[in-house]
């Protein structure tokens, strides 16, 4: 058994001489769910990209499940499912549901890239985990904002992964979907041992389900348990004094203001 699923170790990324991630040193266990917080430009997507080996570090190593993401790509491609911040689906291409997971399925065939009856119910069976398997002939782009993101997250777990990398999978949608998006990422966790590494500026709708919470702006300066990070004295590091935080029992809020630096 492998105790990491990532093992992220001094990593520096610079864009054009400009840091965006500096000394990152982060562990994920097998098994865990951790959420990465960060207000804007703290290098969120920059982190999730390196980890799948698509942005090259100036400094430091990379491992999934013990494989160096830039030297054995394939291996780790196998493991690790992604869910990006924003998706380029062309608007021209009108695609079903089942045609958009099934993306998922068809990135990993050589060509051509038909579809087997195998492919097919896989595909049903990733849309039955977020619960959407009864639109899956409806049209992609007619769906409402909180149904995409089921759908893209069930694109990425049509090929099993061990390993979910989500980049702010509940921006932008409201939040009830936000709520039950949340609660089926902590069953995939649970229920069917998906290790999780989710990136987000907004940390309360997940707050009660993640086991760790890091706290990044090109650093990591904090990470712990979600009662040792929500707190104002914490936060204050990376937004100021602009954060307030309210917890019940072992839930807490973290209500940040405009936050501009
Ligand atoms: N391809 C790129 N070329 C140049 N600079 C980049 C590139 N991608 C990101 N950056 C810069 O690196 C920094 C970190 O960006 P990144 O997208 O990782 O942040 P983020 O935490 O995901 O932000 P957001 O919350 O807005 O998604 C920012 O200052 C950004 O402008
Ligand atoms: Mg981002």
């Known amino acids: 058994m492998m105790k990491y699923a990532v093992e992220v170790e001094d990593l520096t990324v610079t864009y054009n001489n400009i840091v965006a991630l500096e000394d ?10 951790l959420a990465v917080m960060g207000p804007n430009g703290a290098g969120k997507t920059t982190l999730l990209r390196a980890i799948l080996g698509m942005v090259k570090p100036v400094k430091g190593k990379i491992k999934v499940y013990g494989y160096n993401v830039f030297i054995e790509e394939e291996k780790v491609k196998h493991l690790i499912g992604y869910v990006p911040q924003k998706v380029t689906l062309s608007k021209a291409v009108r695609l079903t549901v089942e045609e958009v997971v099934l993306m998922g399925v068809l990135a990993r065939k050589i060509p051509p890239r038909i579809p087997s009856e195998r492919d097919v119910s896989t595909a049903m069976e990733a849309l039955k985990i977020v619960g959407l398997e009864e639109l899956w002939d409806r049209d992609f782009l007619e769906l409402s904002g909180g149904q995409q993101r089921r759908v893209l997250i ?15 999978p509940l921006t932008g949608i409201d939040v009830r979907s936000q709520a039950e998006i949340a609660a089926f990422l902590h069953e995939l966790n649970r229920k069917h041992r998906v290790s999780i590494l989710m990136v987000t500026h907004d940390i309360n709708p997940v707050a009660e389900y993640v086991d760790r919470v890091a706290l990044l702006f090109k650093k990591i300066h904090a990470i ?9 004295d914490v936060l204050s590091k990376v937004y100021g004094g602009r954060i307030r935080v309210f917890s019940y029992g072992r839930v807490c809020f973290a209500i940040i203001g405009d936050v501009h630096r």
């Open 154 to 168: 069930a694109r990425a777990l049509v090929s099993k992964p061990k390993l979910l990398l989500l980049d702010e």
């Open 224 to 232: 712990g348990k979600p009662e040792e990070v929500l707190r104002e």
């Open 24 to 33: 990152v040193n982060l562990r994920l266990y097998d098994g865990e769910f």
